[in-house]
């Protein structure tokens, strides 16, 4: 997938499909959870994530994070680079860019934002999650905070249009002590599901975009 950063930024800025995308990769019990808030979360703690692009090779790559086991209710997940809202922030795109120099070193004028997907709401830990798309000029140089992120992923866009990706399985959840069916994509050497399934899910439809 060698789509430049031009076209993906004019995909981006077609109507969003929102929670049509966001449903495909739900697990049946985060469906009723969803529909349960109807859009009311003005409780909710906000959170910015961004996924972040990069061409090697011509290759279309986006990063991911393997989460340490300390950081609580989403310990070990796969997940986009982000974290949660603070006051000193100036707002919850700059929330995205401080979390990504924070956790894996990438400065934010090394990025530029070039869209914003829809925003995603996780029940389990209360947050809404604000999306952004952001785009790197050259392969990242990382440095990786150690307490909060356990392996940094580059994975080819290409791998989740592959016939097979999307497969079904029980995922163990050590912060809920509990089990949950879920699809989910298997890329690379990971098993991509949840609210970050739900996510990726949203950009795929935008490239899909004609």
Known sequence: MNLSPEIIKKKLLQPLPGLSSHLKMAPASRAEEI?????????????????????????????????????GIHAGQIAFPGGRYE??????????????????????????????LSDIYVPPSNFLISVFVGYLNEKPRYKADEREVAEII?????????????????????????????????????????????????????????
């Open 35 to 71: 529909a349960r808030f109807n859009g009311n979360f003005q409780n909710a703690r906000k959170s910015g994530v961004m996924i972040l692009l990069f061409h090697e090779n011509e290759r279309l790559k986006a990063i991911l994070i393997r989460r340490s086991f300390y950081v």
């Open 87 to 116: 006051e000193s922030d100036v707002d919850i795109k700059h929330t995205a860019l401080r979390e990504i120099h924070e956790e894996i070193g990438i400065p934010a004028e090394k990025i530029e934002v070039i869209g914003r």
């Open 154 to 210: 580059e994975i080819d866009m290409e791998e989740f249009f592959r016939e097979d990706v999307i497969q079904e399985k029980e995922f163990v959840v050590p912060s809920a002590k509990t089990s949950v069916n879920a699809l989910y994509y298997k890329v690379g050497n990971i098993d991509l599901w949840g609210a970050s399934a739900m996510v990726m899910t949203e950009l795929l439809d935008m490239l899909n975009e004609t």
